[in-house]
Every structure is written in C-alpha cells, then in structure tokens.
C-alpha cells in the first residue's frame, strides 16, 4: 500500500505514528511539504516515509490519499491537484460530504469520509467512517476501534459528538478545582484525576455493559454516587449536552 496525505497537521501526525507503531503493513508513505517541521519529523521515523517537493507529487506517489486539510483551504488545495481515478481518498476534512469531496477531486476516485482523533498514535480511541470501507477500515482498526456507518447523517452525528473533548476536559478541571480548595496541590490533584479518568474508560471497553448499566452498577441505595447524580440529572445538567450537539449538528450540516 502507498499512501499519501495532502496536509500535515496534528492528525497526520497521530495517524503517521500510529501506524508506524502498530507496525501496519505500507510500502511508502508520501507526506505534503506544507508543514515541513512535522514532515521532517515523520520521515526520520522510518525511510519509507518522505516528504514530496509538492502536493501533486504525494499524490502522483500514492494509491490511498487522505485529506487532511482544515475546510477553509480545502477548496483551494484540491483544485490545484489532478486525481485519477486508482486514488482512493479518504476524506478527514470536517463537514464536507463525499459529493463536495467528488466534485473538488474531479475525477473516479473512490471517497470515503473518516474521522480520527489524536489518541490513534497510542492505538486507543474511535475512528468512525463512512460508508463501509475495506482500506479505510484496515487501516483504522490497526489503530484502535473503527466505526463504519452507512449514511452521512450518522457520520455527522458521531463528528458533533466529537465537540465534546473540551468539555470533557472542563468536567477534570473543575474537579480538580474543588480539590484544590480542599487543600491540595494541583499536581497531586490532576494525576489523581488522570488515573480515575482512565480508569473508567477502561470500564467502558473491558465491559458489554450500556453506558445506564454502567452508571447502575457505580450507584447503590442511598450512595454519593447516586446522590451526585441524581442532584445533575435534576438541575439538567446532562440534558444540555443533547441540546448543544443539536445546535453542533446543524452547524456541520451547513443549516445556520
């Protein structure tokens, strides 16, 4: 398999690495000159990796193409390159479809959309993809758990629910807060919640369980389990996630 990736940012680079560490099966990996730290940094892992003098030489080097462009210059990148139709590209660029893809591509290529995160370099995380793929499939489940769907409004509903990283974040951090005003160093605090953290989502993979038969099992009668999560369930905290990824999902669906 020759691969190739038209930009070279964060998720490049967690895709890159992981592959690399995870020891999948590649012939070559070409890597666009845009960022040429990154680049650079990628190709001295491994001589199969290189950087091309130009994004139509990643592309005249490659068989599988992924797109790894923000969508504000995507337009604009793609419409400088010639596809053939032996491409098979697979599209990271958020909130454009497949249809938007073919027709910046101009050509036969076989397009598929998927969406990895950072956490693919350590072969942990989802990455869904749409529709089913053989290629993007291999590749993705070498890298952690792939998620196919098969139309892009489920795609664009498992890409809102990607929003929710930073709040996620924000969630340990006013934990960690309260921990503080209790008396304790942040450090001592953050590594604690770190370990929690993972943890649990180690519960979640370990387990078959529904994410209610998960909260269930943390909780008996009468518990600060269940005391903590009954005060949120009544303030409606959990009820504002629904109603922020509702206002997310129109957002990448292009109806604001």
């Not at 660029?93 to 950072?118: F, H, N, Q, W």
């Amino acid at each position: 398999m020759r691969l190739g990736f038209i930009g070279t940012g964060t998720i490049t680079q967690a895709v890159v690495t992981g592959l690399l560490r995870f020891d999948f099966p590649f012939d070559r990996i070409s890597l666009s000159p845009r960022n040429a730290e990154t680049a650079a940094a990628l190709a001295a892992l491994d001589r199969r990796v290189q950087v091309g003098k130009s994004n139509q030489e990643v592309l005249e080097a490659s068989d599988v193409v992924c797109l790894a462009v923000v969508p504000q210059i995507a337009a604009n990148v793609l419409s400088e390159l010639h596809f053939d139709s032996r491409h098979h590209v697979i599209s990271f660029i958020a909130g454009m479809s497949i249809d938007e893809v073919r027709r910046l591509v101009r050509a036969r290529s076989k397009v598929v959309r998927a969406i990895p995160l950072p956490a693919v370099a350590e072969g942990k995380g989802s990455t869904a993809i749409c529709p089913a793929d053989r290629v993007a499939t291999s590749l993705f489940s070498a890298l952690g758990q792939a998620v196919e769907v098969d139309d892009e409004a489920k795609f664009d509903a498992l890409s809102a629910v990607t929003a929710t990283m930073a709040s996620f974040y924000a969630v340990l951090e006013a934990q960690a807060s309260w921990l503080v005003r209790q008396g304790l160093d942040y450090d001592a605090a953050r590594s604690f919640l770190s370990g929690y953290a993972v943890g649990l989502a180690h519960d979640t993979t370990r387990s078959g369980k529904s994410f209610t038969g998960l909260i269930e099992h943390c909780m008996t009668p009468g518990g600060i389990n269940e005391q903590v999560h009954n005060e949120l369930s009544k303030r409606g905290t959990y009820a504002h996630f629904a109603e922020a990824l509702d206002r997310v999902l129109v957002r990448i669906q292009g109806r604001l």
